[in-house]
């Protein structure tokens, strides 16, 4: 009887495409204490905060493919500055073979490019935990859950511009030009030069944003709210024809 948009754009899309005044309720997600813990990680050789992390399904849209690029890129130029990091890429293919024996083959001849496949539990929670700071390098997108989560924790978010990012992280700091190897491989400097005191309040920021729009008490209240209006409206008009 009603519909639910988890973004102003999907909103829009949906009163644009299908006339249909769609309930604006964003996604959410709870706010964890993170892991102390580096035991899973470990296990990849993986060290804390010399690692940068994306966390997708990898499809085209997704974007891994201008990381990858990005990431070698600023290699090239600047050896030095990645000198000890890691670029982490967690998730699996949907139907997509072809496209993910692609970014292997990207990225077969650079070791510090670590693609774990699907995770969950405690060696995510580390990974989200641990990290320098996340990308999410999508062309497209609803609203993100895996960018909310990051934000969850505290990390310091890069993001393409897109929309859907910007409602999320307004700050232009914090976004590069969707598509753009060059800007994003700009940035990525830029995000490793920075001082831990910096990305640090950056990723307080996020969490703060979570705590007071995206964290469920708040959008389980709207969702409460809506279907209660649903059944008022229901109920006035059997009471209308009775």
């Given at each position: 009887h009603r519909t639910i948009a988890v973004s102003q754009t999907i909103k829009q899309y949906a009163r644009d495409v299908y006339d249909c005044d769609a309930d604006y309720i964003p996604n959410a997600v709870s706010i964890p204490n993170k892991a102390t813990s580096t035991s899973e990680i470990r296990k990849w050789s993986l060290?804390?905060?010399?690692y940068i992390f994306m966390v997708s399904r990898l499809i085209p849209h997704k974007g891994a493919?201008?990381?990858?690029?990005?990431?070698?890129?600023?290699?090239?130029?600047?050896?030095?500055?990645?000198?000890?990091?890691?670029?982490?890429?967690?998730?699996?293919?949907?139907?997509?073979?072809?496209?993910?024996?692609?970014?292997?083959k990207q990225a077969?001849?650079?070791h510090d490019i670590i693609f774990m496949g699907f995770q969950s539990g405690e060696t995510?929670?580390?990974?989200?935990?641990?990290?320098?700071f996340m990308v999410h390098p999508s062309d497209n997108e609803g609203l993100p859950i895996v960018v909310l989560e990051g934000m969850s924790y505290g990390l310091p978010m890069l993001v393409s511009d897109i929309i859907e990012h910007r409602d999320l992280i307004p700050n232009k700091q914090h976004q590069f030009t969707a598509g753009s190897v060059r800007s994003l491989?700009?940035?990525?400097?830029?995000?490793?030069?920075a001082d831990a005191e910096t990305l640090c309040v950056d990723g307080e920021r996020h969490k703060e944003m979570i705590r007071g729009e995206y964290e469920w008490t708040e959008i389980i209240s709207h969702t409460v709210a809506l279907y209660v209006d649903e059944q008022s409206r229901r109920n006035a008009r059997i009471f209308a024809t009775q």
């Open positions: 060290t804390p905060d010399k493919q201008y990381l990858v690029a990005a990431w070698k890129l600023l290699k090239q130029k600047n050896p030095e500055l990645l000198q000890g990091m890691k670029l982490v890429i967690v998730g699996d293919g949907y139907y997509t073979d072809t496209y993910v024996e692609k970014l292997h077969e001849e650079d995510l929670h580390q990974l989200f935990s641990h990290a320098r491989a700009k940035k990525l400097s830029l995000f490793i030069e």
